[in-house]
């Protein structure tokens, strides 16, 4: 679809000019959220991800018998626990104010409440919950992190 200069000037017509053909739909699927949001959730999400890496790595070596790494292990549960909760401020920010994707917070919310149980789970020594969770858990933060870096396109001003 050609649109002349005219109607791409006229109030009304230049949205839909913007989003019409490939490019347009491209466009259409991009936030207007600030730098500062989309870097945000990017650097907690990638932090966040490190620290359930870390997790796995602590319980994997605890279970080989050095019992001091069960302290680590709790010590970076609550770092990992801090930096999912501020890639939920992150998702929230990119989704109302920067009018976003509303599911990068409702499936960061998902993981908040997945992290809480793995807790429980871990602290009532529930094992046989705690670490196929904590599988789920790794599963989810990755896609989440690849998203926030590879899927989530931002305009450019």
């Known amino acids: 679809m050609k649109i002349s200069p ?23 699927r991009r936030t207007r959220a600030p730098g500062w949001i989309t870097w945000s959730l990017r650097s907690t999400a990638t932090l966040h991800l490190l620290g359930v890496l870390g997790q796995a790595m602590l319980a994997g070596l605890f279970v080989t018998g050095d019992v001091d790494l069960l302290r680590w292990h709790r010590d970076n549960g609550g770092f990992t626990a801090g930096m999912l909760f501020c890639q939920l401020v992150a998702a929230i920010l990119l989704w109302r104010p920067g009018r976003g994707p ?4 409702w499936a960061t ?41 590879y899927g989530l396109r931002t305009e450019e001003a």
């Not at 005219?6 to 491209?26: H, K, L």
């Not at 509303?102 to 917070?105: E, L």
């Open 102 to 105: 509303a599911w990068p917070a």
């Open 6 to 28: 005219e109607a791409e000037q006229a109030p009304g017509t230049r949205d839909a000019a913007r989003t019409s053909g490939p490019r347009g739909a491209e466009r259409a």
């Open 109 to 149: 919310a998902a993981l908040t409440v997945a992290e809480t149980i793995q807790v429980f789970l871990g602290q009532e020594r529930i094992l046989v919950g705690h670490f196929p969770l904590g599988v789920t858990v790794f599963g989810a933060s990755a896609v989440l992190t690849w998203w926030v870096w």
